[in-house]
């Protein structure tokens, strides 16, 4: 299998955050994250106001999922570019981690993705990227199964070693748990039953092309595909609310008994019924 010399690549530096792409922007969080210790939890909310309201969830998905596949991706790049992409040329290396999570795990067509994180790289005006980029990512398609069927081969946990040793020790059905974990999370709606009957929204939600299932839960709701809050018909309004399933469970079974005059609030359970 060919690999590619990483050695010829420079970084131009000083290129200010507003002038990149989504792409271009993951690949720079993705460097925080991993060359500084940095949260994404900490850095996603500093450049909001440099990314398209529709294309937050965009970055959101390739940050985090890069982050949760990582030593996945990880192995793909080693079998694919000769020497580790170290110092200024660290930036490539998460340039190619975005376009492989794109690949095999988003619902985007191959040759987008490829052309997104290609087109990245002038974004981050460091064009003597582009070859690098495109050369990789277009080879791992076409060798695509013999890579990963390698890969595989050794079942990963995608975990801290300390967390799977702890699993191990208190739980014989570990690697379900560790399976089931690394599932991407659901959207789950909570709907306010005060402004809308659960199929009245369920049908608003159609309108707009947006398909959701129903649950045992009687206010509960579930995105096909994850989209961005903004897009959801009356949000503005509190007609619904992002809240997972086991936290509108919490709420309806525990049943919390307020005083008339109490300070404190439970905010879904207020949703669901008056509390005073």
Same mark, same amino acid.
């Given at each position: 299998m060919k690999k590619f010399s990483s050695k010829t690549i420079k970084v131009k530096n000083s290129v200010k955050m507003t002038a990149l792409s989504t792409r271009a922007i993951?690949?720079?969080?993705?460097?925080?994250?991993l060359d500084e210790g940095k949260s994404l939890s900490a850095?996603?909310?500093?450049v909001q106001l440099s990314v398209k309201a529709q294309d937050l969830p965009l970055l959101q998905e390739i940050c985090f999922g890069v982050c949760r596949v990582l030593p996945r991706l990880e192995q793909i790049i080693k079998r694919l570019v000769d020497k580790p992409l170290k110092g200024k040329t660290r930036i490539v290396h998460c340039l190619l981690l975005v376009g492989l999570y794109q690949l095999l795990y988003m619902r985007v067509p191959a040759h987008a993705a490829v052309?997104?994180?290609v087109n990245a790289t002038k974004s981050l005006k460091s064009d003597s990227f582009?070859?690098?980029?495109? *050369?990789? /990512?277009?080879?791992?398609?076409?060798?695509?199964?013999e890579i990963l069927a390698i890969i595989d081969k050794n079942w990963q946990t995608l975990h801290p070693e300390w967390f799977v040793k702890k699993l191990k020790k208190a739980y014989p059905n570990w690697r379900e748990i560790i399976e089931a974990n690394n599932q991407k999370p659901p959207m789950w709606l909570r709907v306010n039953s005060q402004k809308n009957a659960l199929e009245t929204y369920r *049908?608003? /939600?159609?309108e707009q092309g947006i398909s959701a299932k129903t649950s045992h839960h009687p206010n509960a709701l579930c995105l096909d595909i994850p989209i961005a809050v903004q897009k959801l018909p009356h949000f503005e309004e509190g007609a619904v609310t992002v809240q997972d399933l086991s936290a509108q469970w919490a709420a309806t079974l525990l049943e919390p008994k307020m005083r008339s005059g109490s300070s404190?609030?439970?905010r879904h359970q207020a949703v669901r019924r008056p509390i005073f």
């Amino acid at each position: 299998m060919k690999k590619f010399s990483s050695k010829t690549i420079k970084v131009k530096n000083s290129v200010k955050m507003t002038a990149l792409s989504t792409r271009a922007i993951a690949a720079n969080l993705i460097l925080q994250v991993l060359d500084e210790g940095k949260s994404l939890s900490a850095l996603i909310p500093e450049v909001q106001l440099s990314v398209k309201a529709q294309d937050l969830p965009l970055l959101q998905e390739i940050c985090f999922g890069v982050c949760r596949v990582l030593p996945r991706l990880e192995q793909i790049i080693k079998r694919l570019v000769d020497k580790p992409l170290k110092g200024k040329t660290r930036i490539v290396h998460c340039l190619l981690l975005v376009g492989l999570y794109q690949l095999l795990y988003m619902r985007v067509p191959a040759h987008a993705a490829v052309d997104e994180v290609v087109n990245a790289t002038k974004s981050l005006k460091s064009d003597s990227f582009r070859g690098l980029v495109n *050369a990789v /990512l277009r080879r791992f398609l076409r060798e695509q199964d013999e890579i990963l069927a390698i890969i595989d081969k050794n079942w990963q946990t995608l975990h801290p070693e300390w967390f799977v040793k702890k699993l191990k020790k208190a739980y014989p059905n570990w690697r379900e748990i560790i399976e089931a974990n690394n599932q991407k999370p659901p959207m789950w709606l909570r709907v306010n039953s005060q402004k809308n009957a659960l199929e009245t929204y369920r *049908a608003l /939600l159609e309108e707009q092309g947006i398909s959701a299932k129903t649950s045992h839960h009687p206010n509960a709701l579930c995105l096909d595909i994850p989209i961005a809050v903004q897009k959801l018909p009356h949000f503005e309004e509190g007609a619904v609310t992002v809240q997972d399933l086991s936290a509108q469970w919490a709420a309806t079974l525990l049943e919390p008994k307020m005083r008339s005059g109490s300070s404190m609030l439970v905010r879904h359970q207020a949703v669901r019924r008056p509390i005073f």
